[in-house]
């Protein structure tokens, strides 16, 4: 038997056309997530402190923290609190060694913001110079970690010129230096973006620079920094997330959430100022929700406790076997602080 149908092919065709417009402009938002690596990790380092072999030094001061509080792996898993087979663990503990030797650093972030400060504006535009001499040396000798960028100062009133500045100092001189060539995977962080108009303005001065510095159009990548509630939700009550990625223009492919200033704009105070507070979940959930399926990847903010000991031997002194105690204790609680952070990361959705 001939099915019975009662649609016309014209009637069908003009459903499916507009309905085919819809799906088009959704796969064009949301593609899919991105093959593309992505570090496991950001280091962010005052930009007047940077030198070409930054990233093995660090990998180095590691190695020895490493091997200095923890030399085997019982050790390491008690510190972490883990109970794992000791099998397992000892490979873990080999992969860790091989790490800190191998790529230490994945992603460096030289930092002209919170981790530099306000200077002169004579002292930043040669630090501005100077780094980026850094980064091309570093380019020459195979130096660098496989992501790099710089973060420069907001674009609010107070400090757009000097962000400017910054920027035009730093991407002139290194494609001078470089012939017009940048480092793989380079991106240029923004902190504390609010409005889809900053990240416009950022991806104008970023397309006037490429044709000055005879840059590849569209080489420069823009990384906003998610720090305040209004970069969540704006003044409408509409979520900002997804306003700000359409307003990057296809340039942004990284998001970056800051916890500290974060929590101080919403009347955190700094006792309670951590990666694990409720109200940054709540931000870290609204950026997972706005941009799942856009390739964008998204990175969960800092842990600010350094595992650092607070007694350091006086030239030529030793330290008490207390005060050495001591110093491996605050290590081993940093440490274990740093991983039920990334632990609470990984169950939220954050990689």
Avoid at 51 to 67: C, I, P, Y
Avoid at 232 to 246: K, V
């Amino acid at each position: 038997m001939t099915p019975r149908t009662s649609l016309s092919k014209d009637e069908i065709a003009s459903v499916a056309g507009e309905l085919s417009e819809a799906n088009k402009e959704f796969m064009r938002r949301y593609p899919g997530e991105s093959e593309r690596r992505q570090p496991v990790h950001t280091v962010y380092g005052g930009a007047h402190l940077f030198q070409a072999d930054s990233a093995q030094k660090l990998g180095e001061v590691a190695l020895r923290s490493l091997r200095k509080y923890a030399p085997e792996a019982e050790t390491l898993a008690r510190a972490l609190g883990l109970s794992i087979d000791a099998a397992l663990m000892q490979k873990i503990y080999h992969r860790i060694v091989d790490k800190l030797q191998r790529e230490p650093v994945e992603d460096f972030r030289l930092d002209f913001e919170d981790g530099y400060g306000n200077r002169p504006d004579e002292e930043e535009d040669q630090h501005a110079g100077s780094s980026a001499s850094q980064i091309a040396q570093g380019m020459r000798d195979g130096t660098l970690p496989p992501f790099i960028g710089i973060r420069i100062k907001p674009m609010n009133e107070d400090l757009r010129a000097r962000s400017f500045r910054t920027l035009d100092i730093f991407v002139t001189s290194l494609a001078s230096e470089t012939a017009g060539k940048l480092p793989r995977n380079f991106v240029i962080t923004v902190p504390k973006i609010q409005l889809p108009e900053q990240v416009h303005a950022a991806i104008r001065l970023f397309a006037l620079l490429e044709r000055k510095a005879g840059l590849p159009t569209g080489s420069l990548k823009f990384e906003p920094m998610i720090e305040t509630p209004q970069s969540i939700i704006n003044s409408r009550g509409e979520i900002t997330l997804h306003s700000l990625l359409e307003a990057a223009d296809g340039r942004c492919g990284s998001v970056h959430f800051g916890v500290y200033d974060y929590t101080a704009s919403s009347g955190i105070t700094a006792a309670y100022q951590a990666m694990g507070h409720e109200a940054c979940d709540f931000a870290r959930q609204m950026m997972l929700v706005s941009l799942a399926g856009t390739g964008t990847h998204l990175s969960d903010g800092a842990t600010n406790i350094l595992p650092v000991g607070p007694h350091r031997a006086a030239p030529g002194g030793k330290l008490t076997a207390t005060q050495e105690e001591a110093n491996r204790a605050a290590v081993h609680q940093a440490w274990r602080l740093g991983f039920e952070d990334n632990l609470h990361s990984l169950r939220t959705g954050f990689y």
